[in-house]
């Protein structure tokens, strides 16, 4: 290497720590990128977070929503975003695993164009009915979809959405109808209008519809009760034994955010974590924390792109 390259690599790194010692600038507000629309269980949870670290902080912390693509165009704009640390990413189970095996083709690596943050929750979903059915519980869909196979709808905004249900027609052994939509307070208004049958979500999106008495919760989607629901039975414990679908999500930044901010970034998340706001608002959508470091993120990021990979060759699902 030339002198003229050391002396730059030099000074390169000099800054770079020097931005590290100062991150983060109180003047500059951090930007938690959420590719989900507003109101979705998503966008809760990074307000909560946002709220916690502006207040324990003192550094802005504002969420972003950019949904469409399956989630694609807000993930894109954290990739393609200046590493610097203050723009974040509110990554989760579909943006991570199930893009990459759902879709037909993807603009970005989830591994190797991102630096895991730390983990934010994981949590089982519900399945839903509107006023466009009569069902009570998932013996009644089962039911009446044997015996019209193709006729009932079900809505998705999220590859996990639509994955939970592609799931449960495999292991249900009946057929549906997939309606896609651009977000799940969408899919969930069709869904309260009649338009669409059924719908997997996340608690806190239905939950106003429930007290309305607009929709109707069927069944969990994990292998227990749900803490918000707890009248409302699993769905593997109402005829479909092998169905188990969870969820998790986590804050990732741009692969070539220098590492000392990146840990930076996993501390003031984890703090974060520990407040009331976000403790409330996972409690209310039946959301457990997911504590995880970096390196235990990504092992588990990794782990999870190999079972899934094994699940859809198992049960011969197609993009």
């Known amino acids: 290497m030339k002198i003229k390259q050391i002396i730059a690599v030099a000074l390169c790194a000099i800054c770079t720590a020097t931005v590290a010692q100062t991150f983060p600038d109180k003047s500059r507000p951090l930007r938690i990128v959420v590719p989900f629309g507003a109101g979705s269980g998503n966008d809760l949870i990074a307000r909560a977070y946002a709220r916690a670290i502006s207040e324990t902080t003192g550094v802005p912390a504002v969420?972003?929503?950019?949904?469409?693509?399956?989630?694609?165009?807000?993930?894109?704009?954290?990739r393609n975003a200046t590493p610097d640390g203050y723009t974040i990413l509110f990554g989760n189970s579909s943006?991570?695993?199930?893009?990459?095996?759902?879709?037909?083709?993807?603009?970005?690596?989830?591994?190797?164009?991102?630096?895991?943050?730390?983990g934010v929750a994981s949590a089982a979903l519900v399945m839903n009915a509107g006023?466009?059915?009569?069902?009570?519980?998932?013996?009644?869909?089962?039911?009446?979809?044997?015996?019209?196979?193709?006729?009932?709808t079900y809505g998705s905004a999220t590859t996990s959405t639509r994955?939970?249900?592609?799931?449960?027609?495999?292991?249900?052994?009946?057929?549906?109808?997939?309606?896609?939509?651009?977000?799940?307070?969408?899919?969930?208004?069709?869904?309260?209008?009649?338009?669409?049958?059924?719908?997997?979500n996340d608690v806190s999106t239905?939950?106003?519809?429930?007290?309305?008495?607009?929709?109707?919760?069927?069944?969990?989607?994990?292998?227990?009760?749900?803490?918000a629901l707890p009248d409302v039975p699993t769905i593997r414990d109402q005829g479909v034994p092998q169905y188990e679908f969870t969820a998790w999500s986590?804050?990732?930044?741009?692969?070539?955010?220098?590492?000392?901010?990146?840990?930076?970034?996993?501390?003031i998340f984890h703090q974060a974590q520990q407040s009331k706001y976000v403790t409330e608002i996972l409690h209310a959508n039946s959301q457990d924390p997911l504590v995880m470091n970096s390196a235990q993120l990504a092992s588990m990021n990794r782990a999870e792109i190999e079972r899934w990979t094994k699940i859809f060759a198992d049960l011969k699902i197609q993009r």
Do not use: W
Not at 186 to 200: C, F, K, P, W
Not at 207 to 215: F, H, K, M, N, V
Not at 250 to 267: D, N, Q, S
């Open 95 to 118: 943006t991570h695993v199930l893009n990459s095996l759902m879709l037909q083709k993807i603009p970005y690596d989830a591994i190797a164009d991102f630096i895991p943050i730390c």
């Open 250 to 267: 986590a804050m990732f930044v741009p692969a070539k955010t220098p590492t000392a901010i990146a840990e930076k970034l996993g501390a």
């Open 63 to 78: 969420v972003e929503n950019k949904p469409g693509a399956e989630a694609v165009i807000g993930v894109e704009a954290v």
């Open 163 to 200: 994955l939970a249900m592609e799931i449960f027609e495999q292991r249900a052994q009946v057929k549906l109808l997939s309606v896609p939509y651009k977000a799940m307070a969408q899919a969930t208004a069709a869904l309260a209008s009649g338009e669409i049958d059924i719908l997997v």
């Open 131 to 152: 006023p466009s059915t009569k069902f009570r519980n998932v013996k009644n869909l089962l039911e009446a979809a044997r015996a019209n196979p193709g006729k009932f």
């Open 206 to 227: 239905v939950a106003p519809y429930y007290q309305s008495g607009r929709l109707r919760p069927l069944g969990a989607t994990g292998t227990s009760r749900l803490i």
